[in-house]
């Protein structure tokens, strides 16, 4: 499954060159990936059960500017899913075109909040996230 969530960019994004900030993007991305988690039920499901995801490795790829006033589309979708930890890819596309803006992967493990360790992947956690990974 592939989510789509889209921004305009504004002033605050920007920096002074006059293009989206690279610590703006991991705002937006995230932004996306929380949208994305509550469309499917995941937040409410992780709340219930008191576990939350966290992100261990991030890594982004710039390809091209977008400047205040554009609209930009982020697709996020579970591309892997192991015993603890999955990954996550996002693309960012300038909506007026189809050029790539971004290419992102991020990498995740499930922890129980209440002792912040890592716990394995399991039951409705895994079923919901079975339902939603991409297919290759």
Do not use: C
């Not at 261990?56 to 609209?71: I, K, N, Q, S, Y």
């Not at 790539?100 to 895994?126: C, G, N, Q």
Request: proline share 1%.
């Amino acid at each position: 499954m592939i989510h789509e969530t889209e921004f305009t960019i504004r002033t605050f994004h920007t920096d002074a060159f006059g293009h989206v900030n690279n610590s703006r993007y991991v705002e937006l991305l995230e932004e996306a990936r929380w949208r994305f988690a509550e469309d499917i039920g995941l937040i409410k499901l992780l709340g219930k059960r008191g576990m939350g995801f966290i992100i261990v490795d991030m890594r982004l790829r710039f390809r091209a500017p977008v400047h205040e006033g554009e609209t930009i589309r982020v697709e996020t979708s579970l591309v892997a899913l192991g015993s603890a930890s999955g990954d996550v890819k996002q693309t960012v596309y300038k909506s007026d075109e189809s050029s790539v803006s971004v290419k992102s992967m991020y990498h995740f493990i499930l922890i129980d909040r209440e002792t912040a360790k890592s716990v394995p992947i399991k039951d409705e956690i895994r079923e919901l996230l079975l339902k939603v990974i991409e297919e290759k």
